[in-house]
């Protein structure tokens, strides 16, 4: 955050609220991930649901990763910016027909089926264009990701995957269809996943499920263990790249593979969240007897994980004439909800109007969400370059 205290003086004059992106660091992420997987031949797609910024997606596609996307305007998005549809998988559990055609007229490596179908409506589609299909199956493990309840995805309970007592109907429908090419299986059990053990239950899961199918004679090219891995929230300098060669190392370990079976991967959050700042300006400070406000000009419309997940970002005043006593804070925003608050009980230095507050760790899952509710402006970004 160096750079940004030495600009406090223009951030306050600059027009606020705005995404910073710290590209540098993007890059040095980037570079961390790409020199821990290799090792292992592993491939890494982005989900670009994290974060489809054009900048960010220019450098990652630079750095020469896949994309993982969930709907067919990541999936022209991801084509528009330059990733080789041999290296776009789509997920979801509700593709539309026009998403399926027209991820089949690009002819992506493959898509990520939810449903048994699912597996019928692409195989008609394929059927009706005279092309076959790659396909992966994502089954949900029921593996708990132990992390918040909103962001897991691979419980029986979740809408997400294809649940295990329906293997032998996806069996039964491959076998007969004409148009799919299974290609592997594709798990994603759910985000901010700091536990690895979540990854080594994942892991004994994937093999009990690839042993079964190939003892039914399905030759399983790619296993993608999905995305989820995450990142330090509370100390974004200490921790600012995610220790990608624990990750790696465990499904190396972990995983049963046989020679030339693929390993993917989809991390959206631990590529993107650290680089991305959200910039804003307090506009009133509310002094009370039990409590003070701080009142910004960026609101749960600019950063919606606090409001939706009481998610935790760090909030710091940016250097300039601080106060010289420290004040606890409620930080929120100006939306008409009173879940627009980005934290409580914050401990800054005595501020003021004008001051410059980062919003820390806003990457993924940040510029992506915001809305324009209450008739809000589009949100900006800013680059570091
Ligand atoms: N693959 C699939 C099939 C997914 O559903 C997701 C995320 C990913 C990969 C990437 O996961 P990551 O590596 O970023 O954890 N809006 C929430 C997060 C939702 C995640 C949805 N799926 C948040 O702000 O925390």
Known sequence: MSSLNNLTDKLKSAQTPFYYYDLQLLQATLEACRTAAQPYGFHV??????NFNARVLQLIRDAGFGADCVSGNEVSKAIEVGFDPSKVVFAGVGKADKEIN???????FCFNVESVQELEVINSLAAAK???ARVALRINPNVDAHTHHNITTGLAENKFGINQWELADCAEVLTKAGNLW??????HVGSQITDMNVFKSLCVKVNEI???FE???FNLNVLNVGGGLGVDYYHPDENAIPDFAAYFAIFDRYLD????QEVHFELGRALV?????LISKVLYVKKGIKKNFLVLDAGMTELMRPALYQAYHKIERLEGEAGSQVLKYDVVGPICESTDCFGKEVELADSERGDIIAIRTAGAYGEVMASRYNLREAIRSVYSD
């Open 182 to 187: 299974l290609e592997g299986i594709h798990f």
């Open 130 to 132: 005279g092309k076959r």
């Open 210 to 212: 690839k042993t079964w």
């Open 102 to 108: 027209e991820a089949l007229d690009f002819d992506i």
């Open 215 to 217: 003892e039914r004679g």
């Open 45 to 50: 797609h982005y989900a670009l649901k994290a």
């Open 273 to 277: 969240a650290q680089c991305g700042t």
């Open 257 to 260: 593979r046989r020679a030339g």
